[in-house]
């Protein structure tokens, strides 16, 4: 089959590569629906994440099952699943705290922008839906797999509750389904900060009330004004830099929760800073896994529409142009169509 | 009067002091049943944190109502009060959602190690008992002004809940303490890490299961001996230096609660660390108002005996020795007898 490969910072190519197959007896090779370009691969694109040697890349994907190892249990071929980025066997002491992307056995997918993919510990990763979905809910099922379920657990790592006023730092994807998520648990007021007009413009459709074009110490002081003067309950924190970090926690109330999901680069904190701001901080990766049914049924009932952050589509063979697309902020989001 | 001042590292001077008097009409002023030396202070004392000026110092008391402000409703001279080092007003935004110690009209007391004290905010800052306490309970009283509200704070932002593995880090008196409010919140199993055997002795009698006597990474490595692995649910660092910080993010199972109260002095976190260990962290200074009340009244019920951690005695005038055995660890904390 022709996969991407990633040989050095902006260059993405389309190859040869060898056809998955099953390695261990948990595996699943999947025949992907649609995979995308994730926030995350623009670090190693951007060269700010250093590329050793020429890797395989994507990790979010929905798809049919081909085949299945022998000790593969809760996943038929022929049915329709979605995965998490992070793989999980699901039954270690992590997973059933409800941390499947720190599972004992995780291992990061990273071959996904690609017409098959392997997909260790099946049974633990994948969950399938009852019936084949619409083609038109491929998007929102696709997003489920990180940017999503990375948004999601921003919200809920930031703890927002009914009634909340949630402040969103970051306006790629995963902040923009920040908001949608906010919004689904209830927040009453979400400031979104962005200084994109489409962009500004999705997150007002995914239930921003307020937006803040302001950055850094003046961002923090807008953010203050539009909250009494002491900050929000819930910061969803959705970039990983030290700015937007810094940002996140001056922004949030004494006794608020910052939830952090962009994978910092360069961010240190100072123990006496975060002291004094006595802040509630969570984050990491996020375990999609966790949410995955949920966010599944929410799709499946038309209660959410996640895909709308895909504003570019490309056959898969155009991955190279996706990621440029993204780069340049020219797309939010790239759907690729194996 | 005479009160405590310092004058730079290891000159603990008592001296002549003006007399407090109402300043604002919000005050109160307090003749002093018992006061003591705090951990935190031991932080200038050593020079670690600067003295730029002769300093007043102290922030634990309780005691007698002498005079209040005429816009003080809710304490009477002559009434038995405890308050915390913090002042607050206990009816701003930030005190409704319970960090006072965070209170918008905030002052950290500093001039306790003395006969009388003045307390500003008093309506907000002291809670007064129905009547005046028998003499035996007076040091755990003066405990839960601070040390112990503070360390129930380390297992409070820990979630320490009924079941949990706990583990502490510091067997300062604070770490102690968190010890017996890791007991109270229901925690089954209480790891503390101690290398001293009066303070082991001690932990134990506060309801540490197990005894951890290694630090750093070899202290790590037994944690998760006794954690199948793992690292534990709620870890309480009472401490604050880099390596206890570290050292108790560690010690943590993913998705779990680091508690932190050690005032950090020279802490930087990395995020990419922080953002991998995938733990809760909360900390700051500790809301002791919010907890007084509860607090209080187990002392008073004969729940709990965190008096236990003054292990010497000294009449006011010999503060200075105070410090000195604190500072040698001849004495895990010393109470003042005005």
Redesign the interface.
């Known amino acids: 089959m022709l996969g991407t490969m990633i040989y050095g910072p902006r260059d993405i190519r389309f190859e040869h590569r060898p056809d998955p197959k099953i390695v261990k007896a948990t595996d699943a090779i999947i025949r992907l629906s649609a995979t995308c370009v994730c926030g995350s691969d623009l670090w190693p694109y951007r060269g700010i994440q250093p590329i050793t040697q020429p890797t395989t890349m994507g990790h979010e994907y929905c798809g049919t099952v081909e085949e299945i190892g022998k000790q593969v249990k809760n996943i038929k071929p022929g049915q329709f699943v979605v995965g998490s980025f992070a793989t999980s066997d699901n039954i270690c ?2 997973c059933q ?3 499947q ?2 599972c ?1 056995q995780r291992e990061f997918m990273s071959a996904a922008q690609a017409p098959y993919l392997r997909v260790p510990l099946a049974d633990g990763t994948l969950v399938a839906t009852s019936d084949h979905p619409p083609k038109e809910l491929i998007p929102s099922l696709l997003a489920t797999s990180d940017v999503l379920g990375t948004g999601w657990f921003a919200a809920d790592a930031a703890n927002v509750k009914p009634g909340a006023t949630a402040v969103v730092v970051g306006d790629g994807a995963v902040g923009l389904l920040g908001v949608l998520s906010a919004k689904q648990m209830g927040a009453k007021r979400i400031i979104a900060m962005s200084r994109n007009p489409s962009r500004q413009k999705l997150a007002r459709e995914f239930g921003a009330t307020d937006i803040v074009t302001q950055r850094g110490d003046e961002g923090v002081s807008r953010i203050k004004e539009l909250t ?3 900050g929000a309950d819930s910061v969803l924190e959705c970039v ?1 830099t ?1 700015e937007s ?1 810094i940002q996140a926690i001056s922004s949030t ?4 929760y910052v939830g ?1 999901v962009g ?10 800073q ?12 996020a ?1 999609v896994r966790r949410y995955l049914p949920e966010l599944i049924k929410l799709v499946l009932d038309g209660k959410i529409n996640p895909g709308k952050v895909f504003d570019l589509t490309l056959p898969l063979d155009q991955v190279a142009e996706g990621y440029r697309a993204m780069d340049e902020r020219r797309a939010i989001k790239t759907l690729l169509r194996p």
């Open positions: 002491a992590i705290h409800g941390y992307s720190s004992v009494d003067g002491i990983g030290q970090m109330r004494k006794g608020g952090y994978v910092p680069h360069g961010v240190a904190l100072d123990g006496e975060l002291f004094y701001a006595h802040v509630h901080l969570h984050g990491g990766p375990p």
